[in-house]
């Protein structure tokens, strides 16, 4: 027995001196890294791993939580090169919820987790706090909403709206609301207002952008915010004239006149701003029409009256989505030339950006019209941004694609339209342009 103990033990030590196994390739030290892990929203990251085995599989996720924690979720499948590597940069995804060489494919394709409420757009509703964002990496090619295999490594990367010294005063000027962003530094800047369409309130995340890239911007409600009114029946332009001279008239902001840009209604606003008022000088209208829509809108004696949406024209799918692409009145009817903008008037410039595929209500027509006025009366002043592929809300670059959303007014979810990866890249083209017009004709 004391020599089966003796024998128990020396081979205990052996083992103990022998060399370990060669780790599984998936059992290397596997390292992500994203660069820069705290940046500007607009701006790509550098998303690299290591330590993979050759052509191994992996599956790359993005997890991210909005301010009420709903939890929104992407993925792709990659295959590491040679050397164990993956670049985003130039390796290409071969599935999941994008393919092709893209770099920030995970974070413009976050989608509502399956677990939440479906159709909610990923913004923020506050500029001072980040969006954060999980980035793993996964072993092998997990099917869609299926659990994914164990994670190998994981980085974190936080997606900022503002830069520092970027100042937010809240307005409260006569009857005007909204919230004024002013980049560092003395000035004076190029000044810009900055308006969504018809979901009201204030929404500040492309003029916070905006002021980190060198621009006094105005985030300008126009309904349902503080003691505005609650609902848009009706506007009096003279409310965006007295921001238009606010902004004019701030110490910090160039003159002599200001820029616009807006989305949906707040396009068809601008187109009027610039028409009717000479203190906007260039317009930015992004998926907007050329005729004032539904709300009539007064300036003094003058009123231009809304077009009506035709709700039986709203079609509505087997998964209660909402179409509402044919509901607009149609504006070349002689009946509703009285709606029409009088854009050939404006002195200033026009930038009109559209998704070809917008499904809201038919942009690239509404775009053509107003061209067609425009060279009409001898005017070459407007550029055209139009995009393949892209819908309705076109946003800075990397916001997550959104084709469904919940309409804050109606309640029900309804179709923007576009496809995720040419609205992507239509958001990432339109921002750059977007500058270089506003720079151009504003100083």
Known sequence: AVMWRAVAVTSARALCRAPPPAPAPWRRAVSMTVSPAAGLADERVETRVAGLGPGQPVTLR???????????????????????????????????????????????????????RPYQRLVPRSTGTPIKVEMLVHQGHGLPRAVPGPVV????????FTAPGVRRIRL???????????????????GVIDMYGDEGGLIEFRASLLATRGFAALSLPYFDFEDLPKVMKELKLEYFQDAARFLQRHPKVK?????????????????????????????????????????????????????????????????????????????????????????EKAEGHFLLVVGEDDRMWKSSLYAELAIGRLRQHGKENFELLSYPGAGHRIDPPSTP????????????????GGESKAHAHAQEHSWGKIQEFLHLHLG
């Open 172 to 190: 409260k000027e006569g009857g005007v609301r909204g919230s004024l962003f002013l980049p560092p530094g003395d000035g004076p800047f190029p």
């Open 401 to 416: 694609f959104c084709q469904i959303a919940m309409d804050r007014v109606l309640g029900v979810p309804v179709l923007g």
């Open 255 to 343: 003159g002599p006149g200001v820029g616009v840009i807006g989305t949906g209604k707040g396009a068809e606003l601008a187109l009027s701003m610039i028409t009717f008022l000479p203190e906007v000088v260039a317009a930015v209208c992004i998926s907007g029409c050329s005729s004032n829509t539904v709300a009539d809108l007064h300036y003094g004696e003058m009123t231009l009256p809304g077009l009506r949406f035709d709700m039986n024209k709203v079609s509505v799918s087997d998964a209660g989505v909402y179409d509402t692409f044919e509901a607009l009145d149609d504006p070349t009817k002689p009946a509703n030339s009285p709606c029409t903008i009088p854009i």
């Open 62 to 116: 993005a997890v991210a939580a909005d301010e009420r924690g709903c939890l929104f979720q992407s993925c792709a499948h990659y295959r590491a090169d040679g050397r164990g590597e993956l670049h985003l940069g130039t390796d290409a995804s071969h599935g999941g919820d994008y393919t092709g060489v893209e770099p920030m494919g995970l974070f413009w394709s976050l989608a509502p987790a399956g677990m939440e």
């Open 153 to 160: 490594a994981k980085a974190k990367v936080e997606r900022w």
